[in-house]
């Protein structure tokens, strides 16, 4: 049986009795399925200083093995997904005449943007 196997069977048994599938000890958080509300909150807590540390490094915020664009907290990869997402999503929003910020305010009519986005210079 493979390392993988095991904690993959550990966790669903924990998390089928209600436990945290990372300490195994606490009740599950309300609003989280799998982990407890102390671990999620130390997870939180270790991404964040991960963020951090990775920023004074000048390494990207995802990998920490590259180096991230001038002045951006990302490298070349993460910026071009990021992009791709956005166009994507944006050309939905464009098709559905929705605000590109606000998906749920209409798109001056020609615009990509509704009153509000246009009215603050976007
Ligand atoms: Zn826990
Ligand atoms: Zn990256
Ligand atoms: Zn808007």
Known sequence: MSTLTYFQTRSRML???????????????AWNRSMCA??????KLAARARRV???????????GDR???AGRRSCQAC??????????RWRALDAAGKCRDHPAVAAVEGKTRCVACIMSGR
Not at 15 to 29: D, F, H, Q, V, Y
Not at 79 to 88: G, M, R
């Open 79 to 88: 910026l071009d997904a990021d992009l791709a997402y956005k166009q994507v």
């Open 53 to 63: 540390e990775r920023a004074r490094r000048g390494v990207c915020r995802n990998h």
């Open 38 to 43: 102390y671990c999620l909150r130390r997870m």
């Open 67 to 69: 180096p991230a664009v």
């Open 15 to 29: 998390k089928a009795s209600g436990r945290c599938t990372r300490c195994g000890s606490m009740p599950l958080a």
